[in-house]
Every structure is written in structure tokens, then in C-alpha cells.
């Protein structure tokens, strides 16, 4: 079972940036698609950005043009640059992965999708 383990998170001030990581066992990101969720208090979890095997990428609209999810398959790290953070950003980030056989697979932020998830990072902006 792939393990993914986030770090980054922690206290920011409203337009801040912050980078999170999350790393993977070697070659995970040869065989899986890659995304950011999160999960604010008393809300469900949704997904942010999810990046696919063929470098392709979708975000959520809230944080497009804002949000930057890249990896790094040297370091087997996959990397999210927040950017002009947003007290509604406050929540919990989690890391995600699914199984990707096919390299043209599309992009997809259903929650339902991913089956591997890390143990999360908070993520706090304060105004």
C-alpha cells in the first residue's frame, strides 16, 4: 500500500504564500494520479488540484490562478504553492492518490476516486 505524508502546513497571515509537500514511496507518480484535498471544519472534503500522469491538471475554481500543484520525480514529492492565501483556505490538506493505469487518463477531483489518502496538514490563514 502506498503511504503518503504530507508536511508544510501551519500559520499564515491573509495573502501570504505557503508550499505544501507530500511524499511517496519511489516511482508512485509512474503508476498513480496525484491530488490535494481539503477539509474545512464542519464541511465535507473537496478536492483542490489533482495532477495525472501525462502532467495534466484541474483545479477547483476557487483557487485557480492562485494554486500551483507540481511534482518532483526525483525527490518522489508532490508539491502544492499557495499563493495570495484567503482566510477561507483555513482547513485540513490532505494528499491523495489513485490508480492510473492508462497515461491519458482525465483529470478527475471526485472524492470518491482516490482510495490513498495521507494523514493531513492544517492549514490556517488568519485576516
Known amino acids: 500500500q502506498l503511504q503518503l505524508v504530507e508536511s508544510g502546513g501551519g500559520s499564515v497571515q491573509t495573502g501570504d504564500s505557503r508550499r505544501l509537500s507530500c511524499e511517496a514511496a519511489?516511482?508512485?507518480?509512474?503508476?498513480?494520479?496525484m491530488a490535494w484535498f481539503r477539509q474545512a471544519p464542519g464541511k465535507e472534503r473537496e478536492g483542490v488540484a489533482t495532477l495525472n500522469r501525462d502532467g495534466g491538471t484541474k483545479y477547483m475554481d476557487s483557487v485557480k490562478g492562485r494554486f500551483t500543484i507540481s511534482q518532483d520525480n526525483d525527490k518522489n514529492t508532490l508539491y502544492l504553492q499557495m499563493n495570495n492565501l484567503q482566510p477561507e483556505d483555513t482547513a485540513v490538506y490532505y494528499c491523495a492518490a489513485r490508480e492510473c493505469p492508462f497515461y491519458g487518463a482525465a483529470p478527475s477531483l471526485l472524492t470518491v476516486r482516490y482510495k490513498i489518502w495521507g494523514q493531513g496538514t492544517q492549514v490556517t490563514v488568519s485576516s
Open positions: 519511489a516511482n508512485a507518480y509512474s503508476k498513480h494520479c
